[in-house]
């Protein structure tokens, strides 16, 4: 969504939004401890390809106005303590109407780039960091925000949320046929919202700006930050096309009759799961046989661990052990091994598959504990890095997640050196069970 002029808009027309239609401003301050977040919500777009007779953030989407739906995903996360939003300065008083009393409005600029920095120029200097998210996108999972926010408090300098790419790419030649394939390996598609440590992205945009910065983590590579991915969802999409008002609208009426069925349920539903795993030492599936990766953290070693994604052997224990909670099965089942997307694909992929499917279903990690059988390497000095690793891509406190290790006592497969297995169990928790709930279509990928 950029911040250009009115221009000529589609006949189609949408109803406007009213004051009835305002957000319920959930803000309540966010965390008073360290570091504090805010937020800008960008709005100052006329995105034509919606069509109708209102930019796409004052269309309605339900009973309420797209903008009021996205300010809600930021202002109602316990974490946030503050939303600037940025507008177009023709639409300041109907976005005032919207939005509840005291929201900060700002006026944008002449492109997204101007209307950022304008609500850099808004935010409190109480906030030490800050996540950009475009008004565009109104059905944002607390589940995304969760962990944009957990990288940043682990330290980040950046952290955006994105999909993999899985589908097959082609590039066009001018007839419109299939002029060749475009390999799709280490492609992501980007998501909002884009999180910063505040005082580095302000130093990014105070610098001469790339031509073709299409977004915040754009400029902040170009000042030399380093941007971590984090796992986005497919409910986290773009409004773009006519078409995409009434997908929303459908899964905004799937979520309120999984909330109406969930507030008719009294009792609280609690799920267990184990899951085991094993990998055999042996150059990985990019021909390294100097390292292994083990919960997400990458320890230099004489040899590498097998296995078709990076072989992270506490990593994929942990998705089994959620995907047995809920009767999902295995990694194998939603990302079958004889897909090659995943050759050395990272295993948080999988896991915040995991973690999504859970909280899909209402559920929430109560705990976790993984442990990794071997006599080497030495988990010891990695163990707390560890925790922090799998907090960050489940969303969860770092005080639920355990991680620790023991030997064989140099018997078996393990004992003798030849590979490393681990172990873990989960606890889910509900506020209501979830007995309704159906099995998901298993996806395509690979463990």
Request: hydrophobic share 45%.
């Amino acid at each position: 969504m950029t911040s250009a002029p009115a221009s000529p808009q589609s006949p189609a027309a949408a109803p406007a939004a009213t004051s009835a239609d305002a957000a319920p401003g959930c803000l309540a301050g966010g965390d008073s401890s360290a570091p504090v977040f805010a937020a800008i919500l960008v709005a100052a777009g006329k995105g034509t390809r919606m069509g109708g007779t209102l930019p796409k953030q004052f269309q309605q989407l339900g009973p309420r106005a797209v903008l009021a739906h996205s300010y809600d995903a930021l202002a109602c996360h316990p974490r946030i303590a503050n939303v600037v939003c940025v507008v177009h300065p023709d639409d300041r008083a109907r976005a005032a109407a919207l939005l509840p009393p005291g929201t900060v409005l700002v006026a944008g600029g002449a492109d997204r780039v101007a209307s950022v920095r304008a609500g850099l120029a808004a935010l409190p200097d109480a906030a030490t960091h800050v996540l950009i998210h475009d008004a565009a996108r109104p059905l944002l999972p607390r589940a995304v925000t969760d962990r944009v926010i957990a990288a940043l408090a682990a330290g980040a300098e950046g952290a955006a949320p994105a999909l993999a790419v899985i589908d097959a790419l082609w590039q066009e030649d001018t007839g419109g046929t299939v002029a060749r394939a475009v390999p799709r390996d280490g492609l992501w598609r980007a998501q909002t919202p884009q999180g910063f440590a505040l005082p580095a992205l302000r130093a990014a945009h105070a610098r001469p700006l790339p031509a073709d910065a299409a977004d915040d983590v754009a400029i902040a590579r170009a000042a030399g930050l380093r941007v971590d991915i984090v796992a986005g969802a497919e409910d986290n999409f773009k409004l773009t096309h006519p078409g995409d008002l009434d997908r929303a609208a459908r899964i905004l009426r799937a979520r309120a009759m999984q909330d109406d069925a969930a507030a008719e349920r009294p009792h609280m539903d609690i799920r267990t799961g184990n899951g085991y795993d094993v990998h055999r030492f042996g150059a990985d599936a990019l021909g390294r046989n100097d390292r292994v990766t083990l919960c997400g953290v990458e320890i230099p070693h004489d040899r590498g661990l097998q296995g078709h994604s990076d072989a992270d052997v506490g990593m994929h224990a942990l998705t089994d052990a959620i995907y047995g909670a809920l009767a999902e099965g295995d990694i194998g089942r939603h990302f079958p091994p004889s897909d090659p997307q995943w050759k050395g694909a990272a295993s948080e992929v999988f896991l915040a598959h995991a973690i999504d499917l859970a909280r899909a279903r209402g559920f929430g990690m109560a705990n976790c504990d993984v442990t990794l059988i071997c006599e080497y390497p030495k988990i010891g000095p990695h163990a707390e890095a560890m925790r922090a690793a799998l907090a960050r891509i489940t969303g969860t406190e770092v005080a639920r997640i355990s991680v620790k290790a023991t030997t064989s006592e140099r018997l078996g497969f393990t004992g003798r050196g030849e590979g490393i297995a681990a172990i873990a169990t989960v606890a889910l928790i509900s506020p209501a069970p979830t007995a309704a709930s159906t099995p998901s279509t298993p996806d395509t990928g690979a463990a």
